[in-house]
Nanobody, 122 residues
Framework: VQLQASGGGLVQAGGSLRLSCAAS????????MGWFRQAPGKEREFVAA????????DYAASVKGRFSILRDNAKNTVYLHMRSLKPEDTAVYYC????????????????WGQGTQVTVSS
């Protein structure tokens, strides 16, 4: 599976962005998808994940209620809708894939996209 993340950019605090992650391959629907982020000088952290069917989602406490993860298996794409953005959301955002069930552990994911920069100005 190859992943291509896009949609990052510069936004003011309180604004919104939608990240997309396009996957190659015909077995996308068997993969759980996750979004992680890494700020300068910090470890890569879990943001959100969605199961292979889309029936189950999970969010980090810091983004719950503000971010939404969705997938469109017909388009081989997973989205991260981000609203009420804060300066502390500034990071490089990565999408990742693993078979079947979603988890929070970054080491559980087998495939990673290249990352897209999100910068939130105060």
């Amino acid at each position: 599976v190859q992943l291509q993340a896009s949609g990052g950019g510069l936004v003011q605090a309180g604004g919104s962005l939608r990240l997309s992650c396009a996957a190659s391959g015909r077995t996308f629907s068997t993969y759980a998808m996750g979004w992680f982020r890494q700020a300068p000088g910090k470890e890569r952290e879990f943001v959100a994940a969605i199961s292979w069917s889309g029936g189950s989602t999970d969010y980090a406490a810091s983004v719950k209620g503000r971010f939404s993860i969705l997938r469109d298996n017909a388009k081989n794409t997973v989205y991260l809708h981000m609203r009420s953005l804060k300066p502390e959301d500034t990071a490089v955002y990565y999408c990742a894939a693993k078979l079947w069930q979603a988890t929070r552990g970054r080491d559980d994911y087998d495939y990673w996209g290249q990352g897209t920069q999100v910068t939130v100005s105060s």
